[in-house]
């Protein structure tokens, strides 16, 4: 890789996270203490986007959680509920899946791999 692409992959990187930031102060402290009664459904682009992420970790950290929030426009909540739900569903199909919650630590996704995701699910939909 040249110089001239490392420093245009770390400005695109940095673009990418004020994006996120800009949207964030947008939506508020509001957006994050809203509680949601309803069940919300995923439409097939944000349900792809929650797989190909659990395929990358099952724990996603409050970070990561957050930040999809906002990119994929569901609440939090549902995509922690997503997550635990489908940790469970997945150990009652496997007996790899033998680890306790409290083992694993939860993990932080950049925003780039996020977009990433959320870009290559868009070409296949």
Known sequence: MTKNMAYFNINRHRELEA?????KLKKGERHSMQRVVEKIKKSPLQLNVLKELFKITQFP???TRNDLSL??????????VWFQNTRQASKK?????HRNSYEIEPEDIPVFVLIAI???IKCEI
């Open 71 to 80: 990119l994929i426009n569901i609440p939090q909540r549902s995509i922690q």
């Open 93 to 97: 199909g496997s007996c790899d899946l």
């Open 61 to 63: 950290s409050t970070q």
């Open 118 to 120: 959320i870009e290559k």
């Open 19 to 23: 994006a996120v930031g800009i949207l």
